[in-house]
Structures are given as structure tokens and as C-alpha cells.
């Protein structure tokens, strides 16, 4: 079995629509895919209703989460979507994301870069606004190369010149939700430090302790010995290991199925979810 735990559709700030994310999985050659937008589960209907044949689909989302003054993102799999509680906190973070992106573009104005609200809300379309939404209007502005190259402290890394802060969950908080809600909680690229700070193996433990169920170890930017290092973490401490692509359509290089997670481990986090289950492709709408 092929099995990728961490893709994103237009519903957040990829470029496939849900229907054409899991067609593409499909054609990669993909047993199983998680479509995990940042706090939304809006395009669960339109890929469960287009999901081919000899595709499973596991639901999920990607929680924006903050620990000590550390961005994180937290991989929840598999939890009931309308409970009532970690619906209201999805709603929260949701809520924050225009008036952050609208902060961004203030500064980079200040800075002499002529993004507009206009601009970004178009590249967003129907999807929750983030910064990879003005990290594709630098793109087109010609102020960088890729959207990659946007997120430095120049421009949109944590504490970059142009970062602005919005509401995210406290992990141990998002943990407690999601077990509630029946689902499976995994720290997305723990240690993906082109992106800013990363939260230290202390602070893992602790979340370990409180009920997270696994990080996500094979992941385009965690090289070898990363990997290998979070290996030996994730053992000491009892955790599951994943692998995803993080695939974002054509706004970043990844591919689907770039990083697989092992059957056995699918497995695990399945049985272990009670708020929802995968769903069997019968042949797409």
C-alpha cells in the first residue's frame, strides 16, 4: 500500500480542487490519501463525492497551533467534524485569517512592495487565506522567485519582517479536542526549520505525555539525519511515525506520494480513531 497523510486542496491554500487532488492521487498511484486543509474540513464532500475506485480518502485537517511564542502545525485524522467544541476553534482560527492577511500586506506596503487585498483574495478563491496566498503574490509581483523563497525573515518567516501573528490553538489544548472529537493527533514536520523556530524535543515529550500520537518523521524538509533523529525520538517516547508529501498542488515542488507512511502504522492510527473512519473509493461522482 501506497499511503500519503498530508495533502491540501484549494479548500485551504493549495491549487488542486478536492475532486482533482484525488483523481491526481489516483494516477500517482496512491492507496490512501488525507486531505488536511489548515482548519477547514469544507472540501471533505466534493473529494469523497469524486473519489475513484481503489482509493481510500482519510479526513483530517491541519491545526494551526502555538507553543512558547513556536508556530506548529498539528495533523488531525479521522475526528468528527461537527463537535461542537474543536468546531468552534477551527471557526476561531478561521476567523482570524483575513484580518492577518490584511496586516501582512500593510507591511509589506511599508516596505515598498505593492501587494494588494484584491491580489491575495484572488489567488485565495474560495480557500482559507494564509500566507502562501502572499507568498504567491510575491511571486507575481517578481519580489521572489518561488513561494518558498518568501518565507524568510525578509518577508513571511515567523518573526519576518512582514509576519504578522494570528490566533492559534495551544497544542495540548488541540490534543484534549481532537481526542474528543475521536480523533488522532500528529505534529506535522517538527523539525522544519527553514520555516522559523522549531519547538525543542522537551516540549515534544510533553505533548507525547499529554496524548499526541505521532510527528511526522519522512517529509520533504527534514533531511537524513533529521529523519533519523526523529526516528530515535519517536521511539523513546512511544510515539507513531508518518511520511507525507505535504503536497500543495503546483504552489510547491513536492509530489504526492513523495513520503509514504507504513501500512502498519495507517493501521494503528485507524483503529485507534472513533469520530470518523476512511472512506472506500466507489468509483468518483
Known sequence: M???????????????????????????????????????????????????????????????????????????????????????????????????AKGMIAKLNDLGVPVTWEQVARIAGDGSVGRPHVATALVELGVVPTVSDAFTQDWLADGGRAYVEKHETDPFEAIRLV???????????????????????????????????????????????????LRGLAKELGLLVTGSSDYHGSRKTCVLGEYTTDPEVYGEITRRATGAFPVPGTGGA
Do not use: N, Q, W
Not at 472529537?181 to 516540549?203: L, M, N, Y
Not at 505525555?209 to 511526522?216: C, F, H, Q
Open 179 to 229: 481526542k474528543a472529537a475521536g480523533g488522532v493527533t500528529v505534529f506535522a514536520h517538527p523539525a522544519a526549520s527553514k520555516r522559523g523556530r522549531t519547538v525543542p524535543e522537551s516540549a515534544i515529550a510533553e505533548l507525547a505525555a499529554a496524548g499526541l500520537d505521532g510527528i511526522e518523521v519522512d517529509h520533504m524538509d527534514h533531511d537524513a539525519d533529521t529523519r533519523v533523529r
Open 2 to 100: 501506497r499511503i500519503d497523510l498530508h495533502c491540501h486542496s484549494t479548500a485551504s491554500d493549495g491549487t488542486d480542487t478536492p475532486a482533482e487532488l484525488v483523481r491526481h492521487a489516483a494516477e500517482a498511484g496512491l492507496d490512501v490519501v488525507a486531505l488536511t486543509d489548515h482548519d477547514t474540513t469544507r472540501g471533505h464532500a466534493e473529494a469523497i463525492a469524486a473519489l475513484p475506485r481503489g482509493l481510500t480518502l482519510v479526513t483530517g485537517a491541519e491545526l494551526s497551533c502555538r507553543i512558547d511564542g513556536i508556530s506548529m502545525h498539528m495533523l488531525a485524522y479521522l475526528f468528527d467534524p461537527e463537535e461542537p467544541a474543536l468546531l468552534a476553534e477551527r471557526e476561531l482560527v478561521r476567523d482570524d485569517r483575513v484580518p492577518r
